[in-house]
């Protein structure tokens, strides 16, 4: 199998998770509290991760981790799973999952407007039409859903939204001192510390964990939200010499989430959900390649 052909089925594993893990968050959420959703997607993140270590053998590059890169991590962890989690699954608990699920795809903006207030970098000129239109798509998603559906959208629902994904750019950002360790021993790390803290808060918060379907989608959301997609996008990257595509699949999994979420959850997809999703990733992929290949011209 050529190189480029296995890392389009890597890519494919992981857009196809991604696709799946809204309606997923709504079915958890029919009888578990976004805290107890988030433990056992957590907890099941991490066994999955501990396992590919174990797979890929890499638990001796633990070793190699000095105190100072541990403290990061350990600081990372509550940011992401914990921080990141919440607000999310806050979000969704609000929102219809069509109208969450596509703000949450605006944190490439938030990523271009922190990395030029932390990392020096200028916004050009023509990038604000890309972040224009992303940030039209929200406002269509968030006031047109509210017409058609003739109720008020929750503005707290919205404001999580907008906050998950400033949240997730900011991972981002700080991650960014590990973009040198390995990809599956960072997100092992990471969910080893955000398990820990998430296990102490569950001696101070109510948990009630009983077996069904809302605990199977928990545990589904661990590993196909968190662990697996991502362990597969690392190796879609390593197997390719066209980075580009492989980031660009990426957008297919909101379009293909709205088909989920019409057909298991039974939301209508409103006409204004859709063409804000597209208004949404036509300027993210205008910022990311449109106005990134002018400037290397």
């Not at 990038?127 to 006031?143: D, Q, T």
């Not at 998950?164 to 590990?178: G, P």
Request: charged share 10%; proline share 3%.
């Amino acid at each position: 199998m050529k190189t480029t052909n296995k890392a389009i089925i890597y890519a494919g594993i992981s857009v196809l998770s991604w696709s799946t893990v809204a309606t997923a968050f709504k079915l958890a959420l029919r009888q578990q509290t976004y805290f107890e959703m988030l433990l056992i997607a957590s907890c099941t993140a991490l066994v999955i991760l501990a396992a590919a270590m174990t797979l890929q053998g890499k638990w001796r590059q633990l070793t190699r981790l000095s105190g100072k890169r541990w403290g990061a991590y350990a600081l990372i962890g509550l940011l992401n799973p914990v921080l990141y989690y919440l607000v999310l699954f806050k979000e969704y608990a609000l929102l219809p999952a069509q109208i969450a699920q596509p703000i949450n795809y605006c944190w490439p903006i938030f990523l271009l407007i922190l990395m030029s207030l932390f990392g020096h970098q200028s916004i050009r000129r023509k990038k604000y039409i890309g972040m224009a239109l992303s940030l039209g798509g929200v406002v269509l998603i968030s006031v047109g859903s509210g017409q058609v559906q003739q109720s008020s959208i929750p503005v707290t629902g919205l404001l999580l939204a907008l906050l998950s994904a400033l949240l997730w750019a900011t991972f981002w950002v700080i991650n960014k001192i590990n973009e040198q360790t390995d990809s599956t021993v960072n997100l092992f790390v990471i969910f080893l510390f955000g398990s820990a803290y998430l296990l102490l808060s569950a001696l101070f918060i109510p948990v009630h964990l009983t077996f069904g379907s809302s605990m199977y989608a928990s545990i589904y959301i661990g590993a196909f939200e968190m662990a697996i997609p991502f362990i597969f996008f690392s190796m879609a990257l390593k197997s390719t010499n066209n980075p580009a595509l492989i980031n660009q699949l990426c957008y297919l999994a909101p379009f293909a989430s709205l088909l989920l979420i019409h057909f298991v959850l039974k939301e209508h997809i409103y006409t204004t959900t859709f063409c804000g999703l597209i208004l949404i990733i036509v300027g993210i992929v205008f910022n990311e390649y449109f106005v990134s290949a002018a400037k290397a011209k």
